[in-house]
């Protein structure tokens, strides 16, 4: 139900721009978002948006990327994700998740994950 594109190699301080496709459901009344995962370290969460649009984001990217949904019909919805002023440690997968009603925790409903790497 969820289809994430725009991974890729990109160079310090570039951007990046993340979509994820929800199919079937427009996830109202849920948040959207998107958590990465570095090798060796756990899955974190990198930024959650409520369907009103309250946003929070893990302090490492905080004034670099930027949250966003919306909602083009009642069945499908995306959220997006603009990294901006990439950093090595930015390296991971990442992977749209839905579902939550917290904006600090994951919901049931994960993508399946695309591949950011910065690296010069």
């Known amino acids: 139900q969820l289809q994430a594109s725009g991974g890729g190699l990109v160079q310090p301080g570039g951007s990046l721009r993340l979509s994820c496709v929800a199919s079937?459901?427009?996830?109202?009344?849920?948040?959207m978002g998107w958590f990465r995962q570095a090798p060796g370290k756990q899955r974190e969460l990198v930024a959650l948006?409520?369907?009103?649009?309250?946003?929070?984001?893990?302090d490492s990217v905080k004034g670099r990327f930027t949250i966003s949904r919306d909602a083009r019909d009642n069945t499908k919805a995306s959220v997006y994700l603009q990294m901006n002023n990439l950093k090595p440690e930015d390296t991971g997968v990442y992977y749209c998740?839905?579902?939550?009603?917290?904006?600090?925790?994951?919901?049931?409903?994960w993508g399946q994950g695309t591949q950011v790497t910065v690296s010069s």
């Open positions: 998740n839905a579902g939550s009603q917290r904006l600090w925790s994951a919901g049931s409903y």
């Open positions: 079937g459901t427009t996830f109202s009344a849920r948040n």
């Open positions: 948006v409520s369907s009103g649009g309250t946003t929070n984001y893990a």
